[in-house]
């Protein structure tokens, strides 16, 4: 395991942001032009555009497999590059494509492309820091990522406003080039010479191996997954309810803001009491809560309408809350034990947690038509069962040390 650094570097947190960032920009700003988009591509139906959202995942989970096993043999930078290179023609095909399936093919390749900073960025944090550290070092990097989503929308739709929609998918390339020099300029190799794994046609099933034989970072993958696949339905839904269910054409983008900004502040507190408190305890507490507040709103406005536009921003804003307790410290709890096979380790955990979260976002946002109440039906569930994993890993570790 290569040594871990001490003292966080602020340089290092942002630039990690950064990477990460670009993914959550390719996603969000996206959010404002789907009607408009899908009616120049003569893709009417709003479940079918909620691919635009979805789909990129599936390149995320795809690229992360290719990418992260090349970055633990070739090292972390030379990836990235690659990855940047594979986002920007994906960017130029979804400019040009004529219909929905150019479109979503240069969704799922933009995916692809992002795949490598997404996952790299993890790898070169395990590779500096470790345990509850490593989870505060996480909640900073996404402290610094969820500002992205609070002015994503709103940036989504002025360039729509007085460019077009094709400008958004221009300003993503602007910005990363803007990242990549940065990253070039800026940013040591994490990855050192002697833990560099020489690559063969063995270190993906190898790594797999290895993976298994570590039960609570298999888990926690699930998890992350379960609760990855509850967000990702109200991303791709987020248009359609805000605009068409409650007629906030105009101001979607501030109501995206404002619960965006509850779960950077929860991530904010958790960086701050993680290294106190512990991740999993956090976590626990998080879930917990997640938990509780799907099955007060179920249990409120099962089979009835939409309730008013503040009660329903209320409970959002409580819900994504815990969030911000949940993404840094599950993906923390699930690399702690795989820091010598972090670059796979982090490919194999992400794609199985967006192999998880997919067909949960196609599934629940499919019924997401007239009401949101499936919504938080799909954080009950996928809650419950997180929850359920997680006590139960929690007794085998109570068990074990006993």
């Known amino acids: 395991m290569q040594k871990s650094q001490q003292r966080p570097q602020f340089e290092f947190v942002a630039i990690m942001a950064s990477l990460m960032s670009i993914v959550a920009l390719a996603i969000d700003a996206l959010l404002p032009a789907m009607s408009t988009i899908g009616i120049d591509i003569n893709s009417l139906d709003p479940t079918e555009n909620q691919k635009f959202i979805t789909m990129i995942f599936l390149g995320l989970g795809v690229g992360q497999l290719i990418f992260g096993p090349l970055s633990d043999s070739f090292g972390r930078k030379p990836i990235v590059y690659i990855g940047f290179i594979v986002f920007c023609l994906a960017s130029?095909?979804?400019?040009?494509?004529?219909?929905?399936?150019?479109?979503i093919l240069g969704r799922i390749l933009q995916g692809i492309g992002l795949s490598a900073p997404r996952t790299i960025s993890i790898s070169m944090i395990r590779d500096s820091y470790k345990g509850d550290y490593m989870a505060k070092i996480m909640s900073f990097v996404t402290a610094f990522f969820i500002l992205v989503p609070i002015v994503a929308p709103a940036m989504g739709k002025f360039f729509l406003d007085h460019y077009g929609w094709e400008a958004i998918f221009y300003m993503q390339l602007v910005a990363t080039l803007v990242v990549g020099v940065w990253f070039w300029r800026r940013q040591p190799e994490t990855l050192k010479p002697e833990y560099k794994i020489k690559f063969s046609n063995h270190v993906f099933v190898d790594g797999f191996r290895e993976l298994l034989q570590h039960r609570e970072t298999?888990?926690?993958?699930?998890?992350?997954?379960?609760?990855?696949?509850?967000?990702?339905v109200y991303l791709s839904s987020a248009q359609e309810v805000f605009e068409v269910q409650y007629?906030?054409?105009?101001?979607?983008?501030?109501?995206?803001?404002?619960?965006?900004?509850?779960?950077?502040?929860?991530?904010?507190?958790?960086?701050?009491?993680?290294?106190?408190?512990?991740?999993?305890?956090?976590?626990?507490i998080a879930l917990t809560l997640f938990c509780t507040v799907s099955v007060v709103y179920v249990g409120l406005f099962w089979n009835s309408p939409n309730p008013d536009l503040w009660i329903l921003i209320t409970f959002l804003a409580m819900q994504f809350f815990t969030l911000g307790f949940l993404f840094g410290n599950l993906r923390a709890i699930a690399m702690?034990?795989?820091?010598?096979?972090?670059?796979?380790?982090?490919?194999?955990?992400?794609?199985?947690?967006?192999?998880?979260?997919?067909?949960i976002a196609t599934y629940v946002g499919s019924y997401i038509q007239d009401t949101i109440l499936p919504l938080f039906m799909g954080f009950l569930v996928c809650g419950s069962i997180s929850l359920g994993i997680f006590m139960l890993m929690r007794r085998r570790s109570i068990l074990a040390a006993a």
């Open 336 to 359: 702690e034990p795989i820091g010598h096979i972090a670059g796979i380790g982090a490919a194999i955990t992400g794609f199985i947690s967006t192999m998880i979260a997919i067909p």
């Open 218 to 232: 298999m888990a926690f993958t699930i998890v992350s997954g379960l609760i990855t696949g509850a967000f990702m």
């Open 92 to 103: 130029v095909i979804c400019v040009l494509a004529p219909n929905l399936e150019w479109m």
């Open 247 to 284: 007629g906030l054409t105009d101001n979607f983008p501030y109501v995206f803001a404002g619960l965006a900004i509850s779960v950077g502040l929860s991530t904010l507190l958790n960086g701050t009491m993680v290294v106190k408190l512990g991740m999993r305890r956090l976590a626990l």
